[in-house]
């Protein structure tokens, strides 16, 4: 009896085994040793939820910069903190006096949003607007961040009370030109050599310049971060934008009520399928002044380390929401277990829908036949994928691959990664 159940337990062990040889051959022989690869720093780690079982490890506990992949772990604290949509606004109606402080969220007079409860309350009220300061304890950029990517779309500053996404939008239309807020200045010059528009911005001041081609008739825009200022700054664009008086209230008064604005994953999607740092950020900035009265980053990474994330394999070094910041370090382990932990709380209709999948978003070129859902992430030197995969058997695996300091185009290395995962897509 003690060699037969020995036998039955080995025979059970089998198709692991199977998995974890095919896939380090896999592995070994094509993915680390490919040129894209072969001199870079790389770690893998695919994981079964079904079974509880790991089908491949390789320096799955060594710690890498994941760019922004770090907004897996931003997107957990957002779907556990946030609730099914966001804190637009805390306000305090009195008889003479509109009362309003900002709660971070990124969504107030965004494009990409039509509902505006917040600026209906503003537009509509006839008594005084008065803002109530809010607690913040957050620099304008990340810590960490390349302060010269100041006039870059893809680092907007970050406040208490964000407006049109932190960006002025410069825009080029036949004979027009704009920008928005008007309240900038905006100079211009005409190169009709140019095929886009060349915008920039004075390194400490809201003066932008604009060159465009005058031939080109078709709409033209680009986005380009303002310098954010401090709360008489805010009033100066309510008060532009609104077209009446804003005041700053000489003391916060009692009770300030909440309210809700967009739904939670209109901000998410975004956020995960074209990979918005801004909106990564803002995040966690909201979550903290939810939980805490005081938006602070720092102060809300290390409440999710302590209590919902204390049971991380690898403690990381998470500094920011985005991962603009080089000094993220995580594992490839810690996205399998924070990605196995949504996959066992959220339904998959809804979790896979906010990660992108082949052909859209950050994977428009890459698995078309759409069996991952995934985040990527790129810096310099860094290409990630992080996410969900189901084979052609149905299975459903967890999955982190992230590679570091490799010296090939970043397109080269993700169909490498993508030729790995596809194998294992195929197989199985």
């Known amino acids: 009896m003690r060699i037969l159940l020995v036998v039955m337990l080995f025979l059970l062990q089998q198709p692991v085994f199977s998995q974890y040889t095919k896939i380090q051959s896999w592995s ?25 079982k790991y089908w ?13 992949n770090t907004k897996i772990f931003s997107l957990y604290t957002g779907m556990l903190l946030l609730g099914d949509s966001l804190p637009a606004l805390r306000y305090l109606d009195t008889d003479s006096v509109l009362y309003v402080q900002g709660t971070a969220d990124p969504a ?51 406040n208490e009370w964000p407006m049109y996404g932190n960006v002025a939008r410069l825009r080029h239309h036949g004979d027009s030109l704009y920008i928005v807020p008007k309240m900038y200045e905006l ?17 400490r001041s809201n003066r932008f310049a604009m060159g465009y081609n005058s031939t080109i008739t078709n709409q033209q825009e680009e986005e380009v971060p303002f310098i954010t200022g401090g709360i008489e700054d805010l009033a100066l664009r309510l008060q532009d934008t609104l077209h009446k008086p804003v005041y700053i209230a000489p003391q916060a008064p009692a009770g300030l009520q909440l309210m809700k604005g967009i739904p939670s994953d209109s901000l998410f999607l975004p956020m995960m399928h ?20 005081t938006i602070s980053t720092k102060h809300m990474i290390s409440y999710m380390l302590d209590h919902s994330l204390k049971d991380l394999p690898d403690t990381p070094n998470w500094a920011d929401g985005s991962g ?42 890459y698995y078309k036949e759409q069996f991952v859902h995934a985040k990527t992430g ?13 084979t052609k058997k149905n299975k459903t695996l967890v999955f982190s691959v992230l590679v570091n300091n490799h010296n090939n185009s970043a397109s080269t ?16």
């Open 28 to 52: 070994e022989k094509e993915l680390l040793a490919s040129k894209a690869l072969k001199s870079a720093h790389v770690g893998i780690c695919i994981y079964e939820p079904a079974t509880n």
């Open 56 to 68: 491949y490890n390789y320096q799955e506990d060594h710690y890498f910069t994941p760019a922004s």
């Open 108 to 158: 107030f007079l965004h494009p990409g949003y039509t509902l505006q409860p917040a600026f209906q309350l503003l537009q509509q009220t006839t008594k005084k607007i008065e803002i109530v300061p809010a607690k913040n304890e957050n620099a304008r950029f990340g810590y960490g961040w390349s302060w010269n990517d100041y006039a870059d779309y893809y680092q907007s500053e970050l």
């Open 187 to 203: 100079t211009s010059s005409r190169d009709n050599s140019l095929t886009n528009l060349a915008v920039k911005r004075d390194e």
């Open 274 to 293: 074209r990979s918005d740092n801004f909106f990564a950020e803002q995040t966690l900035m909201m979550c903290a002044n939810q939980l805490f009265d």
């Open 324 to 365: 603009l910041s080089r000094y993220n370090l995580f594992s490839p382990r810690d996205f399998v277990y924070v990605l196995s932990g949504m996959y066992n709380t959220y339904p998959t209709s809804r979790l896979y829908s906010l990660f992108a999948t082949g052909g859209r978003g950050t994977l428009k070129n």
């Open 378 to 390: 790129t810096l310099t030197g860094v290409v990630a994928l992080s996410g969900y995969l189901i």
């Open 413 to 428: 290395v993700r169909r490498e990664v993508e030729h790995f995962l596809t194998q294992v897509y195929e197989n199985y």
